[in-house]
């Protein structure tokens, strides 16, 4: 038989077996649309007609195998009603049913990445042989949803239930070694031998040697347990799953009931019952918000691209200032593999930033990322230097000194004199206006900002900011570095502290009124981080660095008095006059001491609340819901004046600014999706509840407009 498509072909051989080829037209991967579906129906039906055919091979024309579903388009699908959505995930059931149970044995021969939708398209194949460079897995949780084309069905039969949990709850690409050690594969070979060792394997199901009928039916029969087995199974399983996932995140703990009666009932019971469960799933705020992230994600990343088309990547750059925040910087270049010189005035400063380069590559080492040889050439991509001579020669240099605008000002300007031209002068500032540093330059078309996030190897995100005079070529080029550095970066418009601080800031201006009213910060954080942030507005600060935020909180005011500046003094202003700067003296809104680990653990501070009831008197109780909104709405409507006044481009950019950046709770989806989950009319209603607090906490004209005509910020 033969079948050509648009997403896959099929061809028979002269001895009858027939391989069905992935390879969706006009793309550079293979993803589940509604189209190859279809197409899969098709060949799936001609194949179970035609009575020549003794065995068939799936593989792909494309480097990964299957990536997944086509989100874009399955969104569609979680906007049916229930019964409507059920049945679209019953017909995906039933092509992947018919598959496996065709009259024949079935490989698939895994080449690449075989993610979602891809990899239970394997798992319905009888037998899987697997390229050693190839990642497989269900990374459905991350998105809100569980596997729903058989993975809570098919996986816990072939590799165990407390396997199959790990998987589809943590939904991690799985290496071969892992995925063969877990009986997921049969089979793990060289990338290059992968379709011939699995004609190999089939031609060894034709020969007699494998029993592939034993196998369907021990996979396709309901699984038996004791019953103290799988108590002791799935007690386990809950606990550590459920402690992974945190209250906010409910699809892995469903995937695990569905699991958990799916392995007592008959294989078409059991889909059954994973349909019912995605269902309820995908019709829920986390899943939307999920979703909605990796549409973002993708939009953003997009973005990106269309500014780097034809750019000439940064062979060779550079940091002034080294110490923690440069030898990060420093880290991440060399170890994406752009040379790096590092620059400072102080001999005791190059070589903290080298130890803390050095250490980052021994951690790499330390978890088998990396070899002791691999991280010996990345350390030695980064140069130390106490003189210009070497910057002279470098394509684009990161500013990473003090943030105080006149010596920043300084360094850039003496900088510039000894850089080649067309080199690009970037300032990692975090607040500080790029138009205003420029105004020290002679070319400020070649300079813009790039607002790197503490600890560079661990925060996604970089802010490339377009000054006044910055043209668009600097912007392209600073875009292409933060792509080769591994960073998701978004291009904002200029102003005190441009996007992700801008909106930082009224957050901690809400905190500080609170605590101005009598609140406990130590509820405040506990009462935030049950919200779904990684820590609380004290705790934070305490990271971020009292000292920071006090010289950031200035500048805030300065450029927007109207709202981020405040009377008398506060916490923040009281804890800096006392060098009180949080983990890095010791000592903020809490104690610090360091662990076994040498990290420091955070302990409540008696001090630290004398001093705040010395400024603030006694405490006073407020109820969760007060606390959040009185931290939400100053952060929300300061995201919206952002896109309003197109500091931000995009309400996918923005949203992703705030994930990326400052770890807004991504069950939430961003504080523009969170708005349009509420409602902008119930938002801004919320809001004037507040309004005696001041002008953080009204809602702009346009955001009264957008609520009256019931319209929202995201259209997905």
Known sequence: MKFEGNTLRVQTNEVGIATLTLDLKDSSVNKFGSQALAELAQAVELLQQDSSVKGLLISSAKDAFVVGADITEF??????????????????????????????????????????????????????????????????????????????????????????????????QKRSADAMKDGAVDAVVAAANVVSSAEHLLQQVLDGKLDYQARRERLQAAMEFSPIEKMMIFESVRAVVGAKAGRHYPAPMEAIKSVEKGIFQTIDKAIETEIKGFVKMAKSPVARSLVGLFLNDQLVKKTASKYTKGVEPVSHAAVLGAGIMGGGIAYQSASKGTPIVMKDIRQEALDLGMNEASKLFGKQVERG??????????????????????????????????ENPKIKQS??????????????????????????????????????????????????????????????????????????????????????????????????AGFSALLKDGADYQAVDKVMERFGWPMGPAYLLDVVGIDTAYHADQVMADGFPDRMGHDGENAIDRFYALKRF?????????????????????????????????????????????????????????????????????????????????????????????????????????????????????????????????RTYHQY
């Not at 042989?129 to 190839?134: F, H, K, L, R, T």
């Not at 098919?154 to 589809?168: H, K, Q, S, T």
């Open 75 to 172: 969104m569609g699908w979680f906007q049916l009603e229930e019964d409507a959505l059920a049945q679209k995930l019953r017909d995906a059931h039933n092509i992947f049913t018919s598959l496996s149970n065709l009259p024949f044995p079935t490989v698939a021969a895994v080449n690449g990445l075989a993610l979602g939708g891809g990899f239970e398209l394997c798992l319905a194949c009888d037998y899987r042989v697997m390229a050693d460079s190839a990642k497989v897995g269900l990374p459905e949780t991350q998105l809100g949803i569980y596997p729903g084309w058989g993975g809570t069905v098919r996986l816990p039969r072939l590799i165990g239930v407390d396997n199959a949990c790990e998987w589809i709850c943590g939904g991690q």
């Open 582 to 710: 949080g983990q890095k003296s010791g000592s903020g809104f809490y104690q610090y001491e360091a662990d076994r680990k040498g990290k420091p653990k955070k302990l409540a501070s008696a001090e630290a609340q004398e001093l705040i009831q010395s400024l603030h008197g006694e405490h006073q109780t407020f109820a969760d819901e007060e606390i959040i909104a009185r931290m939400m709405i100053p952060l929300c409507i300061e995201t919206a004046r952002c896109l309003e006044e197109n500091i931000v481009a995009s309400a996918a950019e923005a949203d992703m600014g705030l994930v990326y950046g400052i770890g807004f709770p991504p069950y939430l989806g961003g504080a523009l999706h969170y708005m349009d989950q509420m409602g902008l009319a119930a938002f801004c209603e919320m809001a004037d509840r507040f309004k005696h607090l001041g002008k953080l906490y009204e809602p702009t004209q346009a955001m009264r407009a957008m609520a009256a005509e019931q």
């Open 369 to 402: 990322k990396l070899s002791s040889e691999k991280a010996m050439q990345g350390l030695g991509k980064i140069t130390p230097v106490l003189s210009y001579g070497e910057v002279s020669a470098v394509d684009l240099v990161v500013e990473a000194v003090v």
């Open 411 to 508: 360094v850039l300007a003496e900088t510039e004199a000894q850089l080649k031209e067309g080199a690009i002068l970037a300032s990692n500032t975090s607040t500080i206006s790029i138009t205003h540093l420029a105004e020290a330059l002679k070319h400020p078309e070649n300079f813009c900002g790039m607002h790197f996030f503490n600890p560079v190897h661990r925060m996604p995100l970089v802010e490339v900011i377009r000054g006044e005079k910055t043209s668009e070529a600097t912007i392209a080029k600073t875009v292409a570095y933060a792509q080769a550095l591994g960073k998701t970066p978004i291009v904002v418009n200029d102003c005190p502290g441009f996007l992700v601080n801008r909106v930082l800031f009224p957050y901690f």
